[in-house]
């Protein structure tokens, strides 16, 4: 069964500090690639994606991302954590099954000291 | 932007009501919706995919009789939790992917809290 594996439940980090969260799949075939987060109180929201193209996508907040198709990875950075990145980013995979289907990766907390 | 309304936003009433949730897709047209179930520090779990004009596609272990999915226009897909539990009790979120973006990223509702006593 495919699946999305978030290797950090909770990260604490201050400011300034660089980020990188991790996310494998487990799914053979073509996907799309997304990053959520949902800060606290809102609903979830899109911050960047991957579906062909340069492997190194950039999103919205100065988030980037890069797929390595050969380790199903799709790691999310970010040079210089701000106190308002607090809040939970879900790793989520597309897959073709005979019908679309998002499966999200547990997620992770991240806690920005100020 | 797109954007997808989910109603009510909280739900309290007793053991063996139905629930109905709503989810409606503004401005853009749906065929297909997903109903997720959010436990407690917990990731969403996909519950089903709402098919525009069929029947839903549930996921392994989720009782269809229990979650009643109806999606009987482009814009608007419906749970109804039939007989609610108080282990039924969870957030419940709703999700359509925009058609007009590249990759379809889904767009989120705001979610519907159910407590059931």
């Not at chain 1, 790691?75 to 790793?91: G, H, I, M």
């Not at chain 2, 936003?9 to 897709?25: A, M, P």
């Not at chain 2, 226009?73 to 007009?100: G, K, M, Q, R």
């Amino acid at each position: 069964a495919q699946s999305v594996s978030q290797h950090n439940h909770h990260v604490i980090l201050s400011e300034a500090a660089s980020l990188e969260l991790g996310c494998n799949y487990s799914y053979g075939g073509t996907v799309n690639l997304f990053w959520y987060v949902q800060y606290p109180g809102q609903h979830l929201q899109l911050l960047l994606k991957y579906f062909s193209g340069d492997p190194l996508v950039k999103g919205i907040k100065g988030f980037e991302a890069e797929f390595i198709k050969s380790k199903f990875s799709f790691n999310l950075r970010k040079p210089s954590v701000q106190w308002s990145d607090t809040a939970e980013y879900f790793c989520a995979v597309t897959v073709n099954t005979g019908g679309f289907k998002t499966i999200f990766g547990a997620g992770t907390r991240l806690f920005v000291k100020a | 932007g797109a954007v997808v309304s989910q109603h009510p936003s909280w739900v309290i009433c007793k053991s063996g009501t139905s629930v109905k949730i709503e989810c409606r897709s503004l401005d853009f047209q749906a065929t297909t919706m997903f109903w997720y179930r959010q436990f407690p520090k917990q990731s969403l779990m996909l519950m089903a995919t709402s098919n525009e004009g069929s029947k839903a596609t549930y996921e392994q272990g989720v009782e269809k009789d229990k979650f009643l999915i109806n999606h009987a226009s482009l814009t608007l897909s419906t749970l109804t939790v039939t007989s609610a539990h108080p282990e039924d009790s969870s957030f419940y979120i709703c999700s359509a992917p925009n058609p007009w973006v590249l990759g379809r990223p889904q767009h989120f509702g705001d979610g519907t809290r159910l407590s059931i006593l």
